[in-house]
């Protein structure tokens, strides 16, 4: 279909998820990962103790820290995704999700996916947990340091109104994004960032159990 030629419908009401931290547990899985390569690109290894002080602090902080630029990040990150393309059907899903996506599905609410993972591994994951059948799309941009713009693009291939969209994420740059994008954002504290954090950028709203979502959700459709 060509997506330009698709008109916006009004009353449809979208929630949109990133993937990694926010419904896979990915981070169990790229720890070993990254620690493993992490020789082969000149950057620090991190223990347990330094994961939990890293989800206190934002990227570009944790970046000068480690003294990691921007071409050496996406370098790493992009071998990261490869390799766990090899292993994501093994990864966790975070507990609650699987019922949360069924619930605001099952609510009338559409559900996409917005991520910097590939779509091939996405679709990977939903289908060894059963979950192909309530995603209604799966979108996957590149552009790391500027997830507004992948955002902006999202909105308009998918012809979604940004009244009508809330999207779901687990790191400041999520809600940093949105604000951008000039969309409403839930985060989430089980996640990569840590909520201290995620509530210092004041988000619409901040989930702490999957449970949350789908009366804030209805919540916020209603008084909008």
């Known amino acids: ?62 970046m000068k820290s480690y003294g990691l630029s921007r071409l050496r990040l996406l370098s790493l990150l992009l071998r990261m995704r490869k390799e766990m393309s090899l292993h994501i059907a093994g990864a966790g899903m975070i507990r609650g999700m699987g019922d949360s996506l069924k619930e605001i599905g099952n609510a009338g609410f559409r559900l996409g996916i917005l991520t910097s993972n590939s779509r091939k591994n996405v679709i990977h994951f939903l289908q060894h947990h059963s979950l192909s059948g309530i995603i209604d799309f799966v979108y996957s941009g590149n552009n790391f340091f500027g997830k507004e713009m992948v955002i902006r693009r999202m909105l308009e291939r998918e012809n979604i109104a940004r009244d009508s969209v809330v999207y779901v994420g687990d790191e400041t740059r999520d809600i940093e994004a949105c604000k951008k994008a000039g969309i409403s954002v839930i985060a989430v504290s089980w996640g990569l960032n840590s909520r201290d954090i995620l509530a210092s950028l004041n988000p619409d709203h901040l989930a702490d159990d999957p449970e949350e979502l789908l009366p804030y959700v209805r919540n916020f459709f209603r008084s909008a």
């Open 1 to 62: 279909m060509n997506h330009k030629l698709r008109l916006m419908i009004p009353d449809r009401k979208y929630v949109i998820f990133d993937f990694d931290g926010t419904i896979a547990d990915t981070l169990e899985l790229a720890f070993p990962i990254y620690n493993r390569i992490a020789p082969e690109y000149s950057v620090q290894q991190v223990s347990r103790q330094e994961l939990e002080l890293l989800r206190s602090r934002k990227l570009q902080d944790v």
